[in-house]
Nanobody, 115 residues
Framework: QVQLVESGGGLAQAGGSLSVSCTAS????????MGWHRQGQGDQRELVAT???????RYATSVKGRFTIIRDGTANAITLQMDSLKPEDTSVYYC?????????WGLGTQVTVAP
């Protein structure tokens, strides 16, 4: 059974840096795409950054230039390096992975940015 385990996050001051990591267990085949989403308004989870198995990355406009997603394809693991953090980056960050039509979600990790 595939599980996504997140780590990192925590508290930072505005302008500071944090990183969150995600490792998949129970799967040896590479995922088509892995990424990070964060809790938005209501029940919505907004895309933060994704990276494909071939290394193509995509970022939300709000984080482009500040966040970097890195993938260790051999380990089905990703890290999101977050720099120049803003209070509006405060949220629960969720790891997501997809292989074909099947997607998996982590339980989330809290990121809080103080003004």
């Amino acid at each position: 059974q595939v599980q996504l385990v997140e780590s990192g996050g925590g508290l930072a001051q505005a302008g500071g840096s944090l990183s969150v990591s995600c490792t998949a267990s129970g799967s040896t085949s590479p995922f088509d795409i892995m990424g990070w989403h964060r809790q938005g308004q209501g029940d919505q989870r907004e895309l933060v950054a994704t990276i494909t198995s071939s290394g193509t990355s995509r970022y939300a406009t709000s984080v482009k230039g500040r966040f970097t997603i890195i993938r260790d394809g051999t380990a089905n693991a990703i890290t999101l390096q977050m720099d120049s953090l803003k209070p509006e980056d405060t949220s629960v960050y969720y790891c997501r992975a997809r292989r074909g039509p099947t997607q998996y979600w982590g339980l989330g990790t809290q990121v809080t940015v103080a003004p």
